[in-house]
């Protein structure tokens, strides 16, 4: 069964606290993995998508990067507007419908001044 | 980037009335919708995509005949709850793939504001 699995499920850190978000997955073959942000009451924001273990992406202050089980998400130096709840999703490599992702349950990041 | 827009933001409705959610991709055509519902602290689940000119595909367990879809055009797909309950109060969020090319997985998934239902 496919699952994906975030840790922690909150986080806080204090301005300029660098730290890393972790999404673990297990499905039968990956066609894409996928981050986003979510702010209370809106929908998801999207971030990155990352295809194949080695791939790293950048925006601002987040990096992304994935490997065969896992992908991490570095946050930078956050600052307080960072503070959301970031999700992690998979699309795996099975059935042909495009864009049926997987989501973990995300992980509340608070950064305090 | 690609913009989807849902209306309404919040509805309220009484027990046993049915409410409709409209999904809307404001700058590109998307054939396939996705309807998502979300649970506070919990993941986005799936419950169904939405197909321009044909029948909406259901995830086990959730029921068609409550959940109506409806894609009738290239840019807009609707969601219909029909005699609410209070167990169907949620976050509904709609998303659409922007650009696709022979199945490979091109574009990206971009999510409505969603839609806060609560039944009373």
């Known amino acids: 069964e496919d699952q994906v699995t975030q840790s922690p499920e909150a986080l806080r850190l204090q301005e300029g606290e660098s730290s890393s978000l972790n999404c673990s997955y297990t499905v039968s073959g990956l066609r894409g993995l996928f981050w986003y942000r979510q702010d209370p009451g809106k929908g998801p924001e999207f971030l990155f998508t990352?295809?194949?273990a080695g791939e790293e992406k950048e925006k601002e202050r987040l990096k992304a990067t994935l490997t065969k089980k896992e992908s991490f998400l570095h946050i930078t130096a956050p600052k307080p507007e960072d503070s959301a709840t970031y999700l992690c999703a998979v699309q795996p490599d099975r059935g042909s419908t495009l864009g049926r992702l997987y989501f973990g349950r995300g992980t509340q990041l608070t950064v305090w001044p | 980037g690609a913009v989807v827009s849902q209306h309404p933001s919040r509805v309220i409705c009484k027990s046993g009335t049915s409410v409709k959610i409209e999904c809307r991709s404001l700058d590109f055509q998307a054939t396939t919708m996705f309807w998502y519902r979300q649970f506070p602290k919990q993941s986005l689940m799936l419950m169904a995509t939405s197909n321009e000119g044909s029948k909406a595909t259901y995830e086990q367990g959730v029921e068609k005949d409550k959940f109506l879809i409806n894609h009738a055009s290239l840019t807009l797909s609707t969601l219909t709850v029909t005699s609410a309950h209070p167990e169907d109060s949620s976050f509904y969020i709609c998303?659409?793939?922007?650009?696709?090319?022979?199945?490979?997985?091109?574009?990206?998934?971009?999510f409505g504001e969603g839609s806060r239902l609560t039944v009373l």
């Open positions: 998303s659409a793939r922007s650009g696709t090319s022979g199945g490979a997985l091109t574009g990206e998934l971009f």
């Open positions: 990352l295809y194949s």
